[in-house]
């Protein structure tokens, strides 16, 4: 069974760091894409950065500089290290690995930032 597990979400003040993990199932972490996306209320679900096998790395513009992502390939894991939070970053944070076709989702974690 494919899991992806996030943790690490949760209260901070605005310019606070938060990292968020992901545990994933170890037969797909190897060959999927991964990323996290978020979702805000009243809000569409956005891509907030990827990270695929080789180590290339896109981030949405909203948090480029502010958000890294990375992997740690023997704990299959892959994190997001988020710094100088803003109110606007406050969102259920989701992990998300695509595997060829298939895309499998985490359950999300909440991260509220307050000014």
């Known amino acids: 069974q494919v899991q992806l597990v996030e943790s690490g979400g949760g209260f901070v003040q605005a310019g606070g760091s938060l990292r968020l993990s992901c545990a994933v199932s170890?037969?797909?972490?190897?060959?999927?894409?991964m990323g996290w996306y978020r979702q805000a209320p009243g809000k569409e679900r956005e891509l907030v950065a990827n990270?695929?096998?080789?180590?290339?790395?896109n981030y949405s513009e909203s948090v480029k500089g502010r958000f890294t992502i990375s992997r740690d390939n023997p704990k299959n894991t892959v994190y997001l290290q988020m710094s100088n939070l803003k109110p606007e970053d406050t969102a259920v944070y989701y992990c998300?690995?695509?595997?060829?076709?298939?895309?499998?989702w985490g359950q999300g974690t909440q991260v509220t930032v307050s000014s």
């Open positions: 170890r037969s797909i972490f190897w060959s999927a894409a």
């Open positions: 990270i695929i096998f080789g180590g290339a790395i």
């Open positions: 998300n690995a695509k595997f060829g076709d298939v895309v499998y």
